[in-house]
């Protein structure tokens, strides 16, 4: 079965250093794979995905993201953090044998300090 | 503005009753999925249809059903409901598979 774990809930940075969101991954086949940020009282929104072709994705926002197979992990990251990224960001894998569910980590909290 | 609608965005009942939770998907999309978020379980999968038929179906209890109509807009029925049915619950659409998701605002559903 398929799964995602992001293995921290918070994550601090001060405005300006890089960020890093980390997220690992289990799936049969081909990963499909998403990241996506949620505001207060928000919907999720979409940043990136990675379905094939190159490893490094870029997305909405100054956002990018790596794909690593050998250590299923798909890490969030970001040069140059701004207060405004401070939310709640989700890491996703979708069932690519059937069905198209798909499935979210727990979440982790951004906080960006000025 | 993620072009998928949401109705009601709150909701307040009480335990025992019966609620149905709307959604519209953005023109076009075919697919329609029901999620639900909660402080202690994050973002479970519920149900997926496909131009009308169900095509999977996540960690949904009996108590709960969906449907989607032949004009793409899909309800969500919660039945008999209990205090740890409070949430949110978003609804999300998708032109095809392997796409992205847009998710609606969401439906705030209380049960005192």
């Known amino acids: 079965a398929q799964s995602v774990a992001q293995p921290e809930d918070q994550v601090n940075v001060a405005e300006g250093n890089p960020l890093t969101v980390k997220c690992t991954y289990s799936?049969?086949?081909?990963?499909?794979l998403f990241w996506y940020v949620q505001y207060p009282n928000r919907g999720l929104q979409f940043l990136l995905k990675?379905?094939?072709?190159?490893?490094l994705v870029k997305g909405s926002y100054g956002f990018e993201a790596e794909f690593n197979k050998s250590q299923t992990s798909f890490h969030l990251k970001k040069p140059s953090a701004l207060v405004s990224d401070s939310a709640l960001y989700f890491c996703?894998?979708?069932?690519?044998?059937?069905?198209?569910?798909?499935?979210f980590g727990a979440g982790t909290r951004l906080f960006v300090k000025a | 503005d993620s072009g998928v609608t949401q109705t009601p965005k709150h909701l307040i009942t009480a335990t025992g009753q019966r609620v149905t939770l709307r959604c519209s998907p953005r023109s076009g999309d075919l697919s329609v999925y029901w999620y639900q978020q909660s402080l202690d379980q994050g973002l479970q999968f519920l149900i997926h249809y496909y131009n009308g038929e169900e095509r999977a179906k996540g960690n949904i209890l009996e108590r709960f059903s969906a449907q989607q109509f032949p004009d793409l807009h899909s309800e969500l029925n919660l039945s008999s409901l209990e205090l740890g049915d409070s949430a949110l619950y978003f609804c999300?659409?998708?032109?095809?598979?392997?796409?992205?998701?847009?998710f609606g605002e969401g439906s705030r559903l209380t049960v005192l």
């Open positions: 996703a894998v979708r069932d690519n044998t059937g069905g198209f569910k798909t499935i």
């Open positions: 990675y379905i094939t072709g190159d490893n």
């Open positions: 999300a659409s998708s032109p095809s598979a392997p796409g992205e998701l847009f």
């Open positions: 799936v049969s086949g081909n990963p499909y």
